[in-house]
């Protein structure tokens, strides 16, 4: 066990959280400005993806760092056997989903909230994704 107080870890991790919203508020204004629609959290799919294209057949990850355990700095797994169980399942969790959701044929992009600032690359990787927005397809 780490030697942090429950009182203290839930502290930490109420933070973390509410910080780990705004990529995907970042992400959703830039395709809404790109004309794509899309939908959120769909419960119909493994793991509530964070966005999803229904028209399409594509998903968008946005992935905290931290809860994620991406391998950049922000990612770093704080010592504690606590955090490594913890951000170890949230990885495994992350892998499963996206194969189920690849079995099931759809395509997923993931994006790292430390990669968000660059938007204009950001969005030439969306696009790229994605393909033609909604002036030229008539389907989401
Ligand atoms: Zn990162």
Redesign the pocket.
């Known amino acids: 066990m780490d030697n942090i107080s429950p009182e203290k870890r839930s502290k930490i991790m109420k933070a973390i959280r509410s910080k780990d919203t705004r990529p995907e508020l970042l992400v959703r204004k830039l395709l809404t400005s790109m004309g794509y629609r899309y939908r959120l959290h769909s419960r119909d799919l493994p793991g509530k993806p964070d966005i999803t294209f229904k028209g399409r057949k594509k998903i968008v990850f946005i992935h905290g760092?931290f809860w994620h355990a991406?391998?950049?700095?922000?990612?770093r797994v704080p010592v504690g056997e606590y955090w490594q169980k913890k951000l170890n399942a949230n990885m495994e969790r992350d892998k499963a989903n996206n194969q189920k959701l690849i079995a099931l044929g759809w395509d997923t992009l993931t994006l790292?909230?430390?990669?968000l600032n660059d938007l204009a690359l950001i969005e030439m990787r969306l696009r790229q994704f994605l393909g033609k927005s909604k002036a030229i397809t008539s389907q989401d």
């Not at 991406?70 to 990612?75: F, K, N, Y």
């Open positions: 760092c991406h391998t950049c700095q922000g990612g790292w909230e430390c990669e």
